[in-house]
């Protein structure tokens, strides 16, 4: 007789950059410390574009939905979904393409998928069970956005505003704002709102106790 696990709970946190949203993600990783839990980056998935030149990469609209390979992210979030293990892309933010490498990933109970597209394919939608949106002041996302691009990925004040005007504030307002519409739950401020994130943090811990959740099934 085997006994198939309950299926594991998909947590999809999103919202603009610099938002808080890794914040949001990090502090309910730290909250369910003790749980089998993982995080997964959007950004993880963005295309191989290896067979294209350096200035080709510089050109792509890193914000727009088509930069992601979303195919592969669905299928190994299905994966890890049936706890099967899973080679995750690594993304080379240097070269601008996907890393020859991965990263071995063995599924856990918890999976947090965070990034600022992820609630745009109704395929990603259909699979998360929580869906978080981290909603905060334009200012306060564009000022974070420099100081993390500055002193995190080595960019140029000048290179980062230009940026920003040039595709993350449009692709913000085009593809990332409307999908707030399909969040459960918003949170204004991010990583401040701990009242929010408490309040996630029991709702996941609750879905976790839960007995007969999905895919619970024997064979013989």
């Known amino acids: 007789m085997k006994v198939q696990k ?10 603009g950059s610099g938002s808080g949203k890794t914040t949001v ?3 309910i990783y730290n909250n ?3 749980h089998s839990i993982m995080t997964i980056q959007q950004d993880s998935y963005y295309k191989d574009q290896a067979d294209m030149s350096m200035e080709e990469r510089a050109a792509v609209n890193y914000d727009h939905p088509l930069a992601f390979d979303t195919d592969l992210l669905i299928h190994q979030l299905k994966q890890l979904l049936n706890y099967e293990a899973i080679e995750k892309p690594v993304y080379d933010y240097t070269e601008l393409t996907r890393s020859s ?7 856990r109970d918890v999976i947090i998928l965070e990034g600022i597209l992820i609630l745009d394919d109704q395929r990603l939608r259909d699979l998360m069970d929580i869906k978080v949106y981290v909603d905060t ?8 956005r ?10 140029t004040l000048d290179s980062v505003i230009t ?7 449009p692709m913000f307002h085009q593809f990332v704002e409307p999908t707030k519409r399909y969040a459960d739950i918003i949170v204004p401020e991010g990583g401040e709102n701990t009242v929010a994130i408490d309040l996630l943090t029991t709702k996941i811990k609750d ?13 013989d």
């Open 207 to 219: 879905i976790l106790s839960q007995e007969g959740r999905d895919n619970i099934f024997r064979e």
């Open 137 to 144: 002041d334009d200012d306060i996302r564009i000022i974070r």
């Open 101 to 107: 490498e991965t990263a071995h990933q063995e599924p």
């Open 163 to 169: 940026q920003y005007l040039a595709t993350v504030k």
């Open 32 to 34: 369910l410390s003790g």
């Open 146 to 155: 420099i100081e993390r691009d500055i002193k995190d990925r080595g960019r």
């Open 6 to 15: 309950k299926r594991p709970v998909l947590i999809g946190v999103t919202g």
């Open 25 to 27: 993600s990090r502090k």
